[in-house]
């Protein structure tokens, strides 16, 4: 049997949310930014990347340097949202 795939956590969803926020503010399309990764030497299909914004699929870190730079922003800008107190990488209680 294989391998039950990992659950996207509240930190996936938060990046799926902003590579997509981030891609309608510069006015791509799905296909544009897929475009966009490939040429940067990440191969990604439209399919795949329409995946990681309906977190169906995973992004990993790989995926999400390059989506960053396809986007011209930084990758701690799609997972700024993940480092409040209440997020994943904020830690939370002390």
């Keep these: 049997m294989p391998p039950r795939p ?6 996936g969803h938060a990046a799926a949310q902003a590579i997509e926020r981030t ?3 510069r006015g791509y ?3 544009q930014l897929a475009a966009r990764v490939t040429a940067l030497g990440r191969p990604m299909t439209f399919t ?6 309906r ?3 995973r992004c990993d870190i790989d ?6 730079a ?6 701690q800008a799609l997972l700024a949202d993940t480092c409040t ?10």
């Design 6 to 11: 990992l659950e996207i956590g509240p930190a």
């Design 70 to 75: 396809a986007l011209g922003t930084a990758p």
């Design 23 to 25: 891609r309608t503010a």
């Design 85 to 94: 107190p209440s997020g994943v990488a904020g830690g939370g209680a002390t």
């Design 29 to 31: 399309s799905q296909r």
């Design 55 to 57: 977190t169906v699929r």
């Design 63 to 68: 995926d999400l340097v390059a989506i960053a």
């Design 48 to 53: 795949a990347l329409s995946r990681i914004e």
